[in-house]
């Protein structure tokens, strides 16, 4: 029986089409040879039900320590610590991945965008529509990526967020207006927490700082502050001293045009009602 298993899930598994979906497939071969359901292996990972099931999947990208549980557990003698690596390395563009890494260690996240919702904080629902209008053929990679990576906001001793906003990325709706208003409900819900902050630059300021695009920057505990500035094809990550610092100055700049915390936030809430009606 498992080896019909393996085969019936070998062209699912295919690394070559997904790193993502071959983890995941692995891990449930690798669990049903054990006899070990979802719920019971999530229990002996310390993780829950869903989480497994979602791994998977390929909806979750998995985390190096639960790869490693998941060795010791199943007994599979390093396996899933070794496809670790190459999952990650899959999942985020190679000159995204650096800021990712990065990110995890930051005391400060600094964002500014003109379109849309930042990753941190955007819905399952939102970040698939993004991917799914670019037509990109892993996009269920690059959500599943934006979902874990969000993980970084559930520690305790997560960095503090402050995200600026342009009133556009409240005014197009993305996905549908349900997914649109659900969207901007989180955005409400993630400010309620001291250590998140959002603002919006109402229309009426009209020019900004930043007319030419979206950023975001790390404030480090140690070593050098960064920078990453998007791009259409692909973004760039500068640490050099003068630009960061010609950032924040643009930054700076940005929150002094935008509305208080509380006047931005009963702005999203009010968008978010007229998308839901």
């Given amino acids: 029986m498992a080896a019909e298993r393996r085969n019936d899930a070998d062209p699912k598994a295919d690394p070559r089409v997904s790193t993502l979906a071959y983890f995941g497939t692995e891990l449930r071969i690798r669990r049903e040879d054990a006899e070990l359901s979802q719920a019971e292996l999530g229990r002996r990972t310390f993780c829950t039900h869903s989480y497994i099931s979602r791994i998977e999947s390929a909806s979750r990208v998995p985390g190096e320590e639960f790869a490693q549980r998941c060795d010791e557990v199943l007994c599979t003698g390093g396996l899933f610590a070794r496809l670790w690596p190459v999952v990650i390395e899959h999942a985020y563009p190679d000159w995204f991945r650096p800021f990712v890494d990065l990110e995890k260690d930051a005391v400060s996240i600094w964002n500014f965008q003109n379109q849309v919702v930042p990753g941190l904080l955007q819905t399952e629902e939102y970040a698939r529509a993004l991917f799914s209008a670019g037509r990109l053929a892993n996009t269920n990679e690059l959500v599943a990526a934006r979902m874990t990576r ?16 342009d009133e556009n990325v409240l005014r197009r709706v993305v996905g549908s207006p349900a997914v649109m208003a659900r969207q901007l409900s989180l955005l409400v819900e993630a400010a309620q927490d001291p250590r998140t902050v959002v603002q919006v630059i109402p229309y009426e300021v009209g020019a900004h700082a930043s007319m030419d695009g979206p950023f975001s920057g790390l404030t480090m505990d140690e070593g050098a502050d960064v920078v990453y500035i998007d791009g259409r094809a692909r973004g760039y990550i500068t640490a050099l001293a003068e630009d960061v610092a010609e950032f924040q100055y643009t930054y700076d700049l940005l929150r002094a045009d935008a509305l208080p915390p509380r006047a931005s936030i009963d702005l999203i809430a009010v968008r978010a009602k007229e998308l839901a009606s």
């Fill in 150 to 165: 969000q993980h970084i906001l559930q520690q305790d001793d997560r960095a503090r967020l402050w995200a600026v906003l």
